[in-house]
Every structure is written in structure tokens, then in C-alpha cells.
């Protein structure tokens, strides 16, 4: 794999948290494939409908987000990011600061990279 990929796939997870923090929803409807899967550290699990509706109506509103120690690894079209992430989101009304491991799928159709999983489990405080 050669760093440009790797760095492009990095832009384009930029580009998608920039677009959840600014409730930018045609740039999430664009980044997001159909068979989209967003399955939070809590184990709910949303579509990309679902996931829109919840964005749209604050339902989860997305306030910042850190990523660490990200590891890019691409096979063909699809590209794996691994790594930790510490989110500050509003979700349900509550105020939730996660600090989480994440595994995030993009798969490249026509040229274009799509985000098609998310998945994060919390890690335990001491």
C-alpha cells in the first residue's frame, strides 16, 4: 500500500467526521454507502437512514472527535482504519464524553471511497 492511499483514505474519515460535527447531511449522504453499518460502544446498531434521521434530528449531535494511533491497512477497494477515538457527543439529551477502539471499513467503487462500517467498543475506565 502505498502512503497516498492511505492518506487519502484518512482524508476522506476527516471529511466525514467534519461533516457528523456539522450535521452536514448531503456530504454524509454522498460519503456513506447504502449497506451502511454504524454500530456504536453501547451495541445499538444504525442503517444509513436511521443513522441520518438520528443525526438530523440531534438525536446523536456530534461535538468533536479525536483520533489516535490510527493504522490504515487497504486490500484492493477496501480500506481498514483501526485505532482509538475520543468522541464528546449529546445523545438522547445526555452528555457523553467516549473514549473508544474503533474499526472503520471504506470500500473504493468507481474511484470513489464510500464508508460503509463503523464499529467501537468503550474502554474501561480504571
Not at 20 to 41: C, F, G, N, V, W
Not at 47 to 67: G, N, P, Q
Request: proline share 1%; hydrophobic share 40%.
Amino acid at each position: 500500500m502505498t502512503n497516498a492511499i492511505a492518506d487519502d483514505v484518512l482524508a476522506h474519515e476527516d471529511r466525514r467526521w467534519a461533516a457528523q460535527i456539522d450535521k452536514d447531511l448531503d456530504t454524509l449522504r454522498t460519503l456513506y454507502a447504502d449497506e451502511m453499518s454504524y454500530t456504536h460502544s453501547n451495541g445499538f446498531v444504525d442503517t444509513k437512514s436511521s443513522f441520518l434521521d438520528a443525526i438530523r434530528d440531534r438525536k446523536f449531535d456530534y461535538r468533536s472527535a479525536e483520533r489516535l494511533d490510527e493504522t490504515v491497512t487497504v486490500i484492493g477497494d477496501t480500506a481498514m482504519i483501526t485505532g482509538r477515538a475520543k468522541v464528546h457527543v449529546v445523545a438522547g439529551g445526555r452528555d457523553v464524553n467516549l473514549d473508544a477502539r474503533f474499526t472503520v471499513i471504506w470500500v473504493r467503487r468507481d474511484g470513489a471511497w464510500q464508508f460503509l462500517c463503523w464499529q467501537s467498543t468503550s474502554i474501561a475506565k480504571p
